[in-house]
T-cell receptor, first 115, second 112 residues
């Protein structure tokens, strides 16, 4: 079965430090991977995606993610965190099975950036 | 929230009542989706529709119903058969060829 795991419920970093939010996946075939961010009581905002090509994907707001096929990971990174980056982050993979183009989401990781 | 509107933002329901959540998109997307979000559980798929007049059940469809009579609209009805309906409901749409989904702002449903 296809799945996504976000092993950390919460990540705490100081402003200005690099941040990493971890994601691992399990799919059959080539994965289509996504990162979204959610602010309180809001919908999800798309950050970036990996479909094919370069393993380092650049996205919105200075975020990037590294696709690692051998480790089945797709970690989200940012070189210098901002307090405004504090939010809930979701990793997702496209459901290649019965649900067609729907996404399978991880449980989310809360990022807290302190000043 | 990218051309998708959901209404109302907050909804309160008494036990035993059916309620309908609205989702409208002006992105000309063929595919639309409904997800349920509970704290610590991520998003779970309720129903999805790849094209007008066609929809399929997702992982947690019991107690919910949908319709897709227009490309722009994908309303979700939470019926009295849904045993624990209090949650945050998110609607999304996409072009169904490898592209990302765009999400609405969500509706928070509370059963009193």
């Amino acid at each position: 079965a296809q799945s996504v795991a976000q092993p950390e419920d919460q990540v705490n970093v100081a402003e200005g430090n690099p941040l990493t939010v971890k994601c691992t996946y399990s799919v059959s075939g080539n994965p289509y991977l996504f990162w979204y961010v959610q602010y309180p009581n809001r919908g999800l905002q798309f950050l970036l995606k990996y479909i094919t090509g370069d393993n380092l994907v650049k996205g919105s707001y200075g975020f990037e993610a590294e696709f690692n096929k051998s480790q089945t990971s797709f970690h989200l990174k940012k070189p210098s965190a901002l307090v405004s980056d504090s939010a809930l982050y979701f990793c997702a993979v496209r459901d290649m099975g019965q649900a067609g183009t729907a996404l399978i989401f991880g449980k989310g990781t809360t990022l807290s950036v302190s000043s | 929230d990218g051309g998708i509107t959901q209404s109302p933002k907050y909804l309160f329901r008494k036990e035993g009542q059916n309620v309908t959540l609205s989702c409208e998109q002006n992105l000309n997307h063929d595919a639309m989706y409904w997800y349920r979000q509970d704290p610590g559980q991520g998003l779970r798929l309720i129903y999805y529709s790849q094209i007008v007049n066609d929809f399929q059940k997702g992982d947690i469809a019991e107690g919910y119903s949908v319709s897709r009579e227009k490309k722009e609209s994908f309303p979700l009805t939470v019926t009295s058969a849904q045993k624990n309906p209090t949650a945050f409901y998110l609607c999304a749409s996409s072009i169904p060829t490898y592209n990302e989904q765009f999400f609405g702002p969500g509706t928070r449903l509370t059963v009193l």
